[in-house]
């Protein structure tokens, strides 16, 4: 018995040293360019600035660590002037998320179960803004959302407007449209390989105990995609969280400004880049409040299930 | 390895800039201990007024390059620009004269340039720095001394910027062009000219489509100056925070946006009131689309002393990899022919003496109507300039920035 | 245990399914469900892609205007100055992306690979917490990974210059977490059977690897290949962070500036050849797929 028992023990280290050593270069590739990144952006948001370029000196040792910018960007985002920029961010990516489930559900949801023999093409023809370079599918839209352009031209045939709406004159509402337009796909994915997988007999099952349709669905598939649901949000939502680009093309204007347009501003435009560095750090603060509070969400929502 | 405050390496920093202190004559307040930031050097970098020009250090570690030698061959000569800031056709010229890729590498702000000066590695060859960060390229040991005997063209720019107060000597520059910040518009759409322009900006009959000079001195400036403030080289945090509230002022009223491309915006309609440079309006006549008269675009630029003029300067970064070709380069944009060429592609008026404002508007350069764009040794004189300041003082013109950006 | 999983024992993981006698016995109450879905469906479809298409037309617009059409002409592709064929910046910027996204596929491919099959059976807790490692890029906004990377390139891997060689990296970085992603969902619906087959006939550990598990990896490896070929196609805020002048600018990057200082239907048109060779790629992709089916080829690269 001892004998045997050594031998697997054995067994397994020497499977586990095979398996580990298969994934020691991605892992160390991992830890040295995705880590030690992070333990840079924290040097630099604690460390100095040279009095010259105001440009950063890292500090790599926690010791000698300064909080006093990070202190300030964490006022300035309670009270001062980056209070309005995290909670425009917030309302934007909250309002475009809640657009993504409103048109994207349906979407998935049809394409899952009642596409039909039109599956696949409808399938090719929602994935394709996918292989679409996001900046492309952008500058489609600025195409379009021009004074002159076919839009405004649309609105004014059908009398809907007297004059050419300035889409692109720092209008929230563009900058949400550009938002839901430019991450729906990545949230309309994840969901429909969700429902797509849900068990036709449960429906069945459903059914044949009197359930309606819609009965069938809120007590059926809808529980049953609630994790494909949050899956979906959270990966639309926490890049948006970062987005800087959208609002730049479609708007440029400081009245929708958001949290990734001031990290841009500090780390590669201005001069304060411990100040960028510290944005950044509170920026993944935030997420990872979110992404912590997504993952309690699954759990609880898988654990229901079962 | 990264530079740790307390080591040698960064003592050595410390004590250059203590020494330049002293080399200047500016005291340094700067006690014992370990570099913090912000100390001390705040006085290092000369601050040149035109009332008080400044010599800028030379380092012996940075030599100029040595004379008669023959230009490099082959690769890509890299220069480190504003986007539509250089004629393609003259740099491709060159390049083939030369057998040399010329190659724009191009930025928005100058701190975004000075960044991409101390990305380690990097070998531009000429940049174009504006005479406010040039002091501090110069300390920071960003640029090489020019070497003026392959400069043979410099006899020909203004007199005024042969020896310029920011510069003296032109130890490090030497000046491409010379240009207003004033209000380009839409003369068809704008109802009337009020006698202080720069309330254009702040007409709430131009909502979305109003911008701003994205350029943190640029834009605080315009809002001391619309409100008759001249100081616009302050230290002083309130006036520099006052600037940033009266900038702010636009963003419920005109949903203002910021942008360096008014050629393109004031041109197409897609702007009607532009805070900009006097070039970007000259430039703009060449963006009109078809069937729109050049008639239609306007410059205002104040007559008193409320207005901003700028010249932009030629250097060459110390780590350039074709010096000589680089003052070969910059000689070449000094020639009048070539610089009259280089012109009617950006619009912005070389700063020659060959290049009279009379030559403007008998060559067809602008029109009647923008006038107002021609920079004459006359406005040259009476303006003011945007002029390098401390770096405590930069960091507070910064955050003033920043807030504005963030919008309300 | 979720749900999923019980099914992937009883079914076919991705077989096909008793649609039609369900779709029969539906009653006309449901029915109407369906047609407002397909209405909304169908014009979602065709807002995401009417304005590429419009973008595709103004590429061939015979005025600067990319608003108001003025007739058919070829000038942005080659003939006027500022065309895609004219334009040095925007050549560099295609080689760049095309180089970027070839050198990424060829080290992110491998390295992913042998990452998932590593984790996949790597137990213990140094193996689970490589694992959660693994997952953090993708939760990472871009950026968040691009400040970082550029403070680690510019403040301590020194060595790294900004440019190419760095934008790799960066691409690299995020990339691996995909091929991680898609090869473990397919070595988990493949199950160690075979394997344990080919071992018990001889087969020793890394033989098995070799001969039985990569071959029946191969779809998912090529479906990764793609993924990581396309997202650094795709990747704007990296790579900006990371190139640090205009020799090393990729299409994005290059659409995103002239966007901003002189658009002109050029980008319109470099754009659509992106368009066209990502259009390419994809048919080559769904070719390889489609021995195993077509729609069962989409849902795959679907569930990427």
Known sequence: MRVTGRATARRGVARTGLWAALAAPGTLWLLALFAVPFYAVAAVAFGYTDPLFNAPIPEWDPRYWDVTTFGEVVQRSLTGDLRPVFLRTLLYVGVALTVCVLIGYPVAYYLARHAGRRKGLLLALVLAPWWINYITRMLAWLNLLQDDGYVNDLLMAGHLISEPVRWLSGNPYTVILALVYGYIPFFIVPLFSTLDRVDERLLEAARDLGCTGARAFWHVTLPLSRHGLMTAAAITALPMFGDYYTTTLVSGSPTTTMVGNQIEFYLLGGSRKELGASLVLILSALLMALMAYYLIATRRAERDLT | MPPHPRDPLNRRLFLQVAGLTTLTGLAAACGGERPGRRAAAASAVPLSRPTSPATLPLHADVPAVASGLEPEKGGTLKLLNYAEYISPDVCKAFGKEHGVEVEVTVFTTMDEMIAKLRTAGEGFDVCFPTPDVIAKAAVGKLLQPLNASYLPHLAGVWPQLRDPFYDKGSRYTVPYNAYTSGIGYRADRVKSLPSNGYDLLWDAAYKGKSYVIDDAREGLALAMLRNGVTDINTEDPAKIKQAGAWLAELIPRTGVKVGISAYQLVAEGQATVHHCWSGDMINAQAYLPKGVDAEVLGYWYPDASLGVVGTDTMAVPRNATKPVLAHMFIDHLLDPKVAEQNFSYTGYQPALTAITPEKMVTDGFVTEQLKSTIVTPDVYARSLQILQISPPAEALWNDAWAAFKAGR | ?304
């Open chain 3, 1 to 304: 245990m979720t749900t999923h999983d019980v099914r992937r024992h009883e079914h076919p993981p991705r077989g096909p399914r008793p649609r039609v006698r369900e779709e029969r016995s539906r009653r006309r109450a449901v029915r109407r469900g369906p047609v407002v879905l397909a209405t909304l469906t169908w014009l979602y479809v065709a807002w995401s892609l009417l304005p590429v298409l419009v973008a595709v037309q103004f590429s061939f617009n015979a005025g600067r205007s990319r608003s108001t059409w003025q007739g058919f002409s070829l000038r942005w592709y080659a003939g006027d100055p500022a065309s895609v064929a004219a334009d040095p910046g925007l050549h560099t910027a295609l080689v760049n992306s095309l180089v970027l996204a070839a050198l990424t596929t060829l080290v992110a491919t491998p390295l992913g690979v042998a990452l998932a099959i590593g984790l996949a059976r790597w137990r213990g807790r140094t193996g689970r917490a490589a694992g959660g490692l693994m997952l953090l890029p993708l939760a990472t906004p871009e950026i968040v990974m691009g400040s970082a990377l550029y403070l680690v390139f510019t403040n301590l891997y020194l060595f790294v210059p900004l440019g190419r060689p760095a934008m790799v990296l960066g691409h690299v970085t995020f990339s691996v977490s995909y091929v991680v992603i898609i090869v473990r969902s397919r070595l988990a619906s493949i199950g160690d059977e075979y394997e344990t087959a080919a071992r018990d006939l001889g087969a020793s550990r890394l033989q098995a690897l070799r001969l039985v598990v990569l071959p029946l990896l191969t779809p998912a490896v090529f479906a990764s290949a793609m993924i990581v070929f396309a997202s650094s196609m795709d990747d704007f805020v990296i790579s900006a962070f990371l190139s640090p002048d205009a020799s090393s600018v990729t299409v994005p990057i290059k659409l995103y500036s002239a966007v901003r200082t002189a658009p002109t239907p050029a980008l319109n048109a470099l754009a659509t050849l992106l368009l066209a060779a990502s259009a390419l790629a994809l048919v080559l992709a769904w070719l390889v797929l489609r021995r195993r089916g077509s729609t069962a080829a989409l849902r795959d690269m679907a569930s990427m």
